[in-house]
């Protein structure tokens, strides 16, 4: 069972658009966090998350956390085609005691930004 | 910064050999994981590191051992590497309550 389903799994947008992509989760999550890959990398850290409803922006990236913090999403504006690569969604779940240790991660959005 | 630093970038066993992979971080965290990323399965735990002397397994373990003798090192082994364990691997520390740091990644064919 994947605890955090990420969707759309691929998104073929062109630049200029604007796009949202979801993170959804059965759980609780004490914090929830946002990566982007890109090709041959590691996951960068984008943004994290902690309190219910919360909304945060970076420059043309706007993250939100559910009020139930059960999901979240990730809305950009404007895309550009340095936005491609694959962002992942992970959380610690709520009252996981040893599990805080670890994130869960979501199998993420490919996102390609056409010129 | 160097951050997290993985060796090699690049391997191609032959089924049956054995290697380790070397992750080193700067950062003086005391928490680090070791991952595999498959196409279409994400990212997936191997074995992760609370400190120093100490070890935990993930979600996949089997077929790994992993070491935590310096908490700026957390070595990931195969013993007897199999064509299943073709992958990309990401080593990664953190603080808790933070984001995590990955590594480059190490790109393992195994034949």
Redesign the interface.
């Known amino acids: 069972t994947q605890l955090l389903e990420q969707s759309p799994q691929f998104l073929s947008i062109q630049e200029g658009e604007n796009l949202t992509v979801y993170c959804n989760s059965s759980s609780v999550f004490s914090?929830l966090?946002w990566?982007r890959q890109e090709p041959?990398?590691?996951?960068?850290?984008l943004v994290?998350v902690v309190t219910g409803g919360e909304v945060k922006k970076l420059k043309r990236l706007t993250f939100q956390f559910g009020d139930a913090r059960k999901d979240s999403s990730l809305h950009i504006t404007a895309a550009q085609t340095g936005d491609t690569g694959l962002y992942?969604c992970?959380g610690v779940i709520r009252g996981s005691g040893g599990s805080?240790?670890?994130?869960t991660?979501?199998?993420?959005t490919l996102l390609t930004v056409n010129p | 910064n160097a951050g997290?630093t993985q060796t090699p970038k690049f391997r191609v066993l032959k089924t049956g050999q054995s290697m380790t992979l070397l992750c080193a971080q700067d950062m003086n965290h005391e928490?680090m994981?070791w991952y595999r990323q498959d196409p279409?399965?994400?990212?997936r735990?191997i074995h992760?590191s609370?400190g120093e002397g100490t070890t935990a397994k993930?979600e996949v373990p089997d077929g790994y051992n992993v070491s935590r003798l310096k908490k700026q090192n957390f070595l990931l082994g195969l013993e007897s590497a199999a064509p299943s364990q073709t992958s990309v691997y990401?080593c990664?520390s953190r603080e808790?309550?933070?984001?995590?740091?990955?590594?480059?990644?190490t790109r393992l064919t195994v034949v």
Do not use: I
Not at chain 1, 100 to 103: P, S, T
Not at chain 2, 40 to 43: A, D, E, R
Not at chain 2, 96 to 105: E, M, V
């Open positions: 914090s966090q990566y041959g990398e590691g996951p960068v850290l994290t992942l992970a805080n240790y670890k994130l991660f979501g199998k993420g | 997290v928490y994981y279409g399965m994400g990212l735990l992760y609370v993930g990401f990664a808790l309550a933070r984001g995590y740091t990955f590594g480059s990644g």
